[in-house]
């Protein structure tokens, strides 16, 4: 099993671009979520997904958007970027009350 | 609300010494589960132990173990004979399952531990 994959790693973008952070996990889970990591903030929900079709709101939803077509994939997006929006990006899946996390995606706006 | 607050934003140890890394938590839940992740610089999100509120007895994980005071509602980490690798931030982390397949996490802010050679 690869776990939890996320792409990019890295990814600088310019003031009001839009872009897609990709999240996919191989070990059929319903339940993921969407964090960002800031420094001396901890990690905060953005949204999250209790199955495919199903997703709802975190601590920090503005900005962004998902959806959950498939079981396995979990897309955030950006539809116009702030600087504000620069962090650490963190995607997982849940099962039996263990959390698996993603490798992470650092995004810098300019 | 549920919070967790983590005290000690950067402590440092000596390599082979032992350190206790701080958490308290607040909720009136009775049914909840609490986690400490340690993030090395390669950013991965490593779970290093877990705790059911129900059970009484303190989780081990061979040179982590925790001290869990629900009175208290404390969750303390402590990690023995330190080693280099050890080096990273801790985050504790309240988790409260709402439903079938759904869960609310809390993250703590996270300290920043350095293991001295």
């Known amino acids: 099993n690869a776990g939890v994959t996320q792409t990019p790693k890295f990814q600088v973008l310019k003031t009001g671009q839009s872009m897609t952070l990709q999240c996919a996990q191989d070990?059929?889970?319903?339940?993921m979520s969407w964090y960002r990591q800031d420094p001396g903030m901890g990690l905060r929900l953005i949204h999250y997904?209790?199955?495919?079709?199903?997703?709802d709101q975190g601590e920090v939803p503005n900005g962004y958007n998902v959806s959950r077509s498939t079981t396995e994939d979990f897309p955030l997006r950006l539809l116009s970027a702030a600087p504000s929006q620069t962090s650490v990006y963190f995607c997982?899946?849940?099962?039996?009350?263990?959390?698996?996390f993603g490798p992470g995606t650092r995004l810098t706006v300019l | 609300a549920q919070t967790v607050t983590q005290s000690q934003p950067e402590m440092s140890v000596q390599e082979a010494e032992t350190v206790t890394l701080s958490c308290t938590y607040d909720?009136?839940?009775?049914?909840?589960?609490l986690f400490w992740y340690k993030q090395p610089p390669s950013r991965q999100m490593i779970l290093v132990i877990r705790?059911?509120?129900?059970?009484?007895q303190n989780a081990t994980e061979n040179r982590f173990s925790v001290n869990f005071q629900k009175a208290a509602k404390s969750f303390s980490l402590k990690i023995s004979d330190s080693q280099l690798g050890d080096t990273a931030m801790y985050f504790c982390?309240?988790?409260?399952?709402?439903?079938?397949?759904?869960?609310?996490?809390?993250f703590g802010t996270g300290t920043r531990l350095k293991v001295l050679a």
């Open positions: 982390a309240f988790m409260k399952p709402l439903g079938p397949g759904t869960y609310k996490y809390i």
């Open positions: 997982a899946s849940t099962l039996n009350n263990e959390q698996f």
């Open positions: 997904s209790v199955g495919a079709g199903i997703t």
């Open positions: 705790q059911e509120a129900y059970k009484q």
């Open positions: 909720t009136s839940e009775n049914n909840y589960y």
């Open positions: 070990m059929n889970h319903e339940y």
